[in-house]
């Protein structure tokens, strides 16, 4: 795959820089607080963060709160602390409400002017009237009040004697105007909704494309970093600037969004999937949030690496999920501690080994790097092995173990299959094997060659885990996010959860959550903090050892 770590943003504010347009930088962040945040967001705050930070900047962290009928405290705490376990650490934190006074003498300054009206059409009306891409619009027959008349809805508006969608303020632009945008966009609507900061003070609430410009021009944002969507209401976000005449003008500049393949990004359709089940949470390791990749295991480090390698372009593309499993396994490569887990546990008995002889081995905690120590690893009569390392008849190149056929058990010794127990009904419960104290790891033996080396675990002593594997959550190549609600919920993977029952190395018993490991064959998994219990750990997978996408 091409690598594109190019930025256009940097470019551009260099220049600002060099020239003289600008003496600083003040970017911000500027979610609304209707949702968690997930990996699209991760790019929006490293973007904005690491810009600030290369030019000796600001970045405030504002919550785009003008909508109260969808927002909420909660999401304002999950999002501080999405992006502090980033690792970003904001200047200012804002809320656009904190703004709400401010932005309502901006409206009135309009109409002042004669830049803004108040319309008595109706929501429907108004859509009727704002016309196609092909065909102008119609002026509403409101549009010529006089300055008086509408400084007086205005304030009766605020002062709540109407109700909900009874009128609204529009700007007055050009009904003519060849970007719908610009046809007279709504600025503040009608709406007795308690608002999660500003209570009951507000019943009149300003839209987000009004909002936006004044707040970011408020707190001095001199880059104001947004996605591609938002490309076609840049002349009104300059339009808004210029004619509330704010003192500081901020610059939108448009970035390409990030999409994934097998993944849905768009807070309705997760929040879809939380409502009707199909997740534990919005932190459910299976989930693009923020919160669910933290709970099932990645990094600060991988995704910033992940986000970085992206790049900054206005190309719409769609980006392999598996390119930022590439990235959790080269941070975790050298931090995580390498240990042995049995997932589906098949009992092996060595019948030459003393009974009741424990012996202690030692291994290595990370061979690529050595500074992490060793660690000791109980050994016995019994131990566990996978069922899927047995076969009673073996196919060729079937390398582990079968009757008659010897292999390297990891850190221990070379162990050959004698026989086989079965159960009434012909499963294998066990299997009786012989070891050659000879071949003992670490010793230098190089008396014969096997090509099985297995991971196991010692019986008696091994403490019971339970394993969460995943798979996608959608099932397509292309994420479906252009797709309607029922279509992308057909395209949910039936299997993106498995449960196993296992065991552990007994050095684990004092795992704590968030505890990453690499599970020797299996993978890097990570203690999950919300179900693990003194009793048992619980491990989510965060990715298999290899992949077949290729950087
Ligand atoms: P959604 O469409 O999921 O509801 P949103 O864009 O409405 O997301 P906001 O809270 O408004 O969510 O987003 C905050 C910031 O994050 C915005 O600047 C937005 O452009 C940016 N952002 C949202 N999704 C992505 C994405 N997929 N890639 C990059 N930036 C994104
Ligand atoms: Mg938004």
């Known amino acids: 795959m091409e690598h594109n770590t190019s930025n256009f943003i940097r470019d551009i504010i260099k220049e600002d820089l060099e020239t003289g347009k600008r003496d600083h930088v003040i970017t911000r962040f500027p979610p609304e607080p209707n949702g968690y945040l997930h990996i699209g967001h991760a790019k929006s705050i490293i973007i904005n963060f690491d810009l600030a930070d290369e030019f000796n900047g600001k970045t405030n962290l504002r919550f785009d709160d003008t ?75 409101y549009r010529d009040r006089s300055v008086e008349e509408n400084l007086d809805l205005f304030e009766r508006m605020r002062k709540g004697e109407f109700g909900n969608g009874e009128k609204v303020l529009r700007a007055k632009i050009d009904m003519g105007s060849p ?33 936006h410009p004044i707040e970011d021009a408020i707190e001095g944002v001199t880059h104001s970093i947004c996605t591609l969507e938002f490309e076609d209401q840049r002349p009104l976000y300059n339009w808004v600037v210029e004619e509330c005449e704010m003192e500081s003008q901020p610059q939108q500049i448009e970035f390409n969004r990030l ?44 995704i910033r690496a992940f986000c ?25 490569k050298l931090k995580a501690p390498r240990t042995m887990g049995i997932l589906r546990p098949l009992k092996v008995v060595i019948t030459n080994y003393p009974e009741g002889q424990i012996e202690m081995l030692e291994a290595e905690i990370n061979p690529e790097n050595p500074e992490m120590g060793t660690r000791q690893i109980p050994f016995s009569r019994e131990i566990y092995i996978e069922q899927e390392d047995f076969m009673e008849n073996p196919p060729k190149k079937y390398f582990r173990l079968f009757p008659g056929n010897e292999v390297r058990l990891k850190h221990a010794y070379f162990i050959k299959c004698e026989d ?14 012989t070891y050659d104290p000879e071949t003992k790891s670490g010793t230098g033996f190089t008396g014969r060659k096997v090509k099985g080396t297995l991971h196991w675990v010692e019986a008696t002593q091994a403490i019971p885990a339970e394993f969460r594997l995943y798979e996608p959550l959608i099932l397509d190549e292309e994420a479906q996010d252009g797709e309607e609600e029922k279509t992308f919920l057909d395209h949910v993977n039936p299997n993106s959860l498995e449960v196993l029952n296992g065991f552990v190395e007994p050095n684990m018993k004092d795992v704590k959550p968030q505890d990453k490991f690499q599970f020797f064959r299996h993978g890097y998994f990570n203690v999950d903090p919300k179900h693990t219990t003194d009793e048992k750990a619980v491990f989510n997978l965060i990715v298999s050892l290899k992949s077949s996408f290729k950087m």
């Open 67 to 141: 909508n109260p009928l969808k927002e909420d405290t909660e999401f304002v705490e999950a999002i501080k602390e999405d992006v502090k376990w980033l690792g970003y650490d904001w200047d200012g934190l804002f809320f656009a409400s904190d703004y709400f006074e401010e932005m309502y003498k901006r409206a009135v300054l309009l109409i002042k002017k004669g830049k803004a009206y108040v319309d008595d059409l109706t929501p429907d009306e108004i859509r009727e009237y704002r016309g196609t891409l092909t065909e102008p619009g119609k002026e509403s027959p």
């Open 179 to 211: 970007n719908i945008n610009m046809r007279d966009p709504v600025l503040y609507r009608i709406s007795h909704t308690t608002h999660h900061n500003t209570g009951d003070q507000w019943c009149i609430y300003p839209m987000y494309s009004f909002a």
């Open 259 to 302: 999409n994934l393949t097998n993944t849905v990004m768009s807070k309705r359709k997760l929040k879809q999937l939380v409502d009707e089940g199909y997740v534990d949470g919005w932190d459910d390791p299976r989930m693009p949030t923020i919160s669910g990749l933290r709970r099932r295991g990645y990094t600060p480090e991988a």
């Open 308 to 332: 970085r390698e992206l790049g900054v372009s206005k190309v719409y593309s769609t980006v392999d999920s598996r390119m930022l499993d590439h990235f959790v396994r080269e941070d975790l």
């Open 420 to 433: 086989v127990i079965k159960d009434e009904d012909g499963n294998v419960i066990e299997v009786h094997c």
